[in-house]
């Protein structure tokens, strides 16, 4: 049968329906009934499993998403003595309590790991981990002068002789940072890191406290109250 074009189909569905008269007009209404019956079932159909997939995608992508922790039930990260604490020695120069709270506070757990010498330094060094897999070596000197003295004739941002790549460190050094009595020199850190202990260091040496004597200024001292007048 050649198909007809699109102007008699608009035609066709424009003029009125013609479906004849007696039983043929009956059974071809009955049949158009059931088209449109069927017709209605198989939309229905469609757009009930259109509604299942949908769901089942959402369900599915929820269950696959990495479970958050819940932070309110995180242990707390231990913290070394503070400035504030009195083991934590207070005379403005750095010490280990100081640098491992600086570096705890900057989001960089460090952790000690063993100790550290080097023919370039008198002191030793204590090395810590930091991240998951970098590591620092910090000098503690007497004062500044002290730590400049031990570095000269070393690179001054890797702490090695001329020519020398490594040197008698464990591995290549990837940065320094210098503060105060204090030398910290980082290995196998990345930029983020290493901006991070920069930040934390270079924010200024630990401040100062006087001792708390009555003669210093400053110092807390005990208020007493005048004696109450007598009643009259």
Known sequence: MAARNFSDAHTDMTRPLYLGTGADASRRIARRIAWINAVWRAATSFGALLVVVVL???SERKDTEAPKADVSSLPPVPRPATPSD???????TWRPCHLEDRINKAGMNATVLDTLTVPYFP????????GRTATMAAFYFADSLAGVRA??????????????SIGAWPESPLDVVRSAN????LFGVNATQSERVRLAITAGAPQYYPPATDSAPGSMRAQ???????AR
Request: with cysteine.
């Open 182 to 185: 204090l030398v910290l020199v």
């Open 123 to 130: 002191e030793r060094g204590t090395r810590y981990r930091i």
């Open 86 to 92: 009195s083991a934590c020695p207070r005379d403005g």
């Open 56 to 58: 089942a995608a959402c």
């Open 224 to 230: 007493t109250l005048p004696p109450a007048p007598p």
């Open 151 to 164: 570095s000269r004739g070393l690179d001054r941002f890797r702490l090695l002789p001329e020519g020398d």
